[in-house]
Structures are given as structure tokens and as C-alpha cells.
């Protein structure tokens, strides 16, 4: 990956340890690195609103924005596919019988 700030190297750390799995498959795509670019884009954004327009303090401003587009929650022991907010990876629909 190209040079990271801050926020970027804080994302790839928490996916590698909570989302392994996702990870892997955005690297298999060669999705990783505008996967990562895209929640830190969308985090500032959310920043920004909830501090500036929305007027919340920066602490639950920060909650707010990363657990929505940054931290995402650890996966399930079970096969999943990639978290539902980033749209880099496209899934074919599912098979129909009939």
C-alpha cells in the first residue's frame, strides 16, 4: 500500500485483526487498498458532519464515525463475505433452482 496516515494504518490494523477473513478476499480482488481509502473517506466525512454541522463532542463524534465505516465488528466464526457498507466487492446474485 502506498503511504498511509494515521486513520488509514489504524483501519488496516483493526480489519487484519477483527475482519481476517474480509481482508483476504479484498487482497485476493486487489480491493485492499481503495477498500481502506474508501472507510477512511467516508469516516472523515461522518467526522466532519458530526462535529461541524451536527455540533456532538469530538469523543462521541469519533465513537460514531469508526464503528460505522473504520472498526467494524469482529467476524463470526463462520464464513462471511465482506462487510455490507464497503461496495468495492460485487457479489453475483444467488443461484435460483427451476
Not at 9 to 38: D, F, G, K, T, Y
Amino acid at each position: 500500500m502506498p503511504e498511509k496516515n494515521r486513520l488509514s494504518q489504524m483501519i488496516l490494523s483493526h480489519w487484519e485483526e477483527h475482519c481476517p477473513r474480509m481482508v483476504a478476499e479484498l487482497r485476493e480482488h486487489n480491493h485492499l487498498e481503495n477498500a481502506v481509502m474508501e472507510a477512511e473517506e467516508r469516516t472523515a466525512d461522518l467526522l466532519y458532519d458530526l462535529i461541524c454541522v451536527k455540533k456532538l463532542p469530538y469523543r462521541e463524534a469519533w465513537e460514531m464515525a469508526t464503528r460505522e465505516w473504520a472498526f467494524l465488528p469482529t467476524e463470526d466464526p463462520l464464513p462471511s463475505s465482506a462487510h455490507p457498507n464497503l461496495t468495492l466487492i460485487k457479489k453475483s446474485p444467488p443461484a435460483t433452482s427451476g
